[in-house]
């Protein structure tokens, strides 16, 4: 009697299941700022004027946006320079990577990495999406509070907003949802950055990736944000010139979360 073959295995296997998560404590975040800094005093000038070329650019953009009076938008704007900004911050990522591997440091580098150049502007290109959903979901906020009543000026702004019933319901929705759109913003881009400079990973998989991580790691990601959050309004507050420091620290810094979560 002829001996039965076994039928291959039709049916393929089911993928492994991934842990991303890993249980960082809180201070975590502290302690990538605490790298963040000795980074960006490694070679300090570099860093610096990475810093000043994002302060002047923002300066400029100020002063275009009350120049063409696009100032009805300044703050949604300056909210969205949170989407922005790690895009902002690829040559800072890319001096601590350097810095890492123990390769040179130079300006020209940061300005202009090799690693899947592509696939950072894909991610480019889906934050600024984000930007200006932001941008037109806070004019149509408005709208909704206010009809068609005009933009009634910056030095009015303030008292309509915090004055009236309605301004103070347009700024607790608005910060909802400007919040929601940061969030998104936040979870996609903050380690999907590094990670494509770091593994040459295409878009697609790097964000994914990033939000996973991000998810599986709230307290410490939540931490990170908040700081994030606190020293880009010192920045602001200061007229901007405060970026010229805490724009490449945080950038540094957030290498530094992407070695710990991800690398």
Request: net charge neutral.
């Amino acid at each position: 009697m002829a001996k039965a073959h076994s039928l291959p295995e039709l049916v393929p296997p089911l993928p492994r299941e991934v842990d991303h998560r890993r249980n960082l404590p809180l201070s975590s975040a502290f302690t990538w700022l605490a790298l963040g800094w000795k980074d960006l005093w490694t070679k300090p000038g570099p860093s610096l004027v990475y810093g000043l070329a994002v302060t002047a650019l923002s300066m400029l953009v100020i002063w275009a946006m009350f120049e063409f009076s696009w100032d009805n938008v300044l703050f949604p704007a300056l909210a969205g320079f949170l989407v922005i900004g790690p895009v902002l911050a690829i040559g800072t990522y890319e001096k601590s990577r350097r810095l890492e591997a123990g390769e040179k440091v130079t300006l020209w580098n940061m300005l202009f990495p090799k690693a899947g150049v592509q696939h950072l502007f894909f991610v480019g290109g889906v934050l600024m999406m984000i930007m200006l959903l932001w941008l037109r979901a806070a004019v149509l906020l408005y709208a909704v509070f206010f009809g068609w009543l005009p933009f009634p000026g910056l030095d009015q702004l303030l008292p309509m907003l915090l004055g009236t019933p309605r301004g103070l319901a347009l700024l607790a929705v608005g910060t909802l949802v400007g919040g929601l759109f940061a969030a998104l913003a936040f979870a996609v881009s903050v380690l999907s950055i590094p990670l494509v400079l770091d593994k040459q990973e295409d878009a697609f998989t790097a964000m994914g990736t990033s939000a996973s991580y991000v998810w599986n790691n709230l307290p410490a990601m939540l931490v990170w944000g908040a700081i994030v959050l606190l020293l880009t309004i010192v920045g602001v507050a200061t007229g901007f010139l405060g970026f010229i420091i805490l724009f490449p620290l945080l950038g540094h810094a957030t290498w530094h979360a992407y070695r710990t979560v991800i690398g």
